[in-house]
């Protein structure tokens, strides 16, 4: 029979992953949100990784993107689409940056970060008992430890992303291949795919993702629920509704800060 102290053992034992997703969240919408739900899922059921955490990492404000709103906004809003999850957390490090970064070097940071955090818990040093003491809401904790004491091996840190952005690295000019192979090769990436999409395919092409296919887990989004942040800035310029697209306290505070080019009531 297996019992719970089985499950557990195996848990212990099965790698940890931490899923990271990259992006402008311009702004967050709860298709996002989803996509963590949909890699948890689907990396937990192939019985060969245990995700522990997920984390958001918005762009800095000199990523050139038109009808881009100030990372001040953007966090404060991907911090109230976050309030009811208890494994998704904002990291603004990225969004701190004085210039824009590569995707490679964000993954890189957090998997030093990671790799710091672990070694610290497995060698700690002496410290002194601190005090708890009350922080303000908007403050972000970016190192927010959650590796389990007693773990075999640092978490691995994985991409989370859509199709489109798998597809982009055949784009010519975007993408170095010493970027790309970093990313796949190194990290790998967990894709949730989108109507119209043929991932696999986009793949077979490609002898550097054929290369290391094995690091590519694709997710197929059955109950589609196609939510495009283009297409929600274009409606709430126009007045229109988002609600259920983006959630409620989002929606407040895009009003709130008139955000968007939303009209005056």
């Avoid at 904002?90 to 490679?104: F, I, K, P, R």
């Avoid at 274009?234 to 008139?258: F, H, M, N, T, W």
């Amino acid at each position: 029979m297996f019992s719970l102290h089985n499950l557990k053992r195996n848990m212990a034992t099965t790698p940890k992953v931490v899923l990271i997703a990259c992006g402008s969240f311009n702004p967050v919408t709860n298709m996002h949100m989803r996509m963590f739900e949909l890699g948890r899922d689907a990396l937990n059921k192939t019985g060969r990784f245990h995700v522990i955490e997920g984390i958001i990492s918005p762009v800095s404000d000199h990523y050139k993107k038109k009808d881009l709103a100030p990372a001040k906004h953007r966090t404060h809003m991907i911090k109230q689409a976050i309030k009811t999850s208890d494994w998704i957390r904002l990291d603004t490090w990225e969004s701190e940056q004085s210039q824009w970064l590569e995707t490679e070097k964000v993954l890189t940071h957090h998997r030093e970060a990671l790799d710091s955090r672990y070694n610290a818990n497995i060698h700690p040093t002496p410290t002194k008992r601190r005090k708890k003491t009350k922080t303000n809401e908007d403050e972000v904790d970016n190192s927010a430890p959650r590796i389990v004491a007693g773990s075999e091996e640092p978490p691995v840190l994985k991409l989370l992303c859509g199709a489109d952005l798998l597809e982009s690295f055949g784009t010519p000019g975007l993408w170095s291949d010493e970027d790309i192979e970093t990313i796949v090769g190194k990290h790998g990436l967990v894709c949730i795919t989108r109507a119209g999409t043929n991932p696999q395919k986009f793949i077979y092409e490609s002898d550097m993702l054929t290369k290391f296919q094995e690091n590519i887990l694709i997710v197929t989004e059955w109950m589609t629920n196609e939510i495009s942040a283009t297409k929600v800035r274009r409606a709430l310029g126009r007045g229109e509704s988002v609600k259920y697209l983006l959630p409620d306290p989002v929606i407040d505070y895009i009003r709130e800060q008139r955000l968007y080019g939303v009209p005056d009531k």
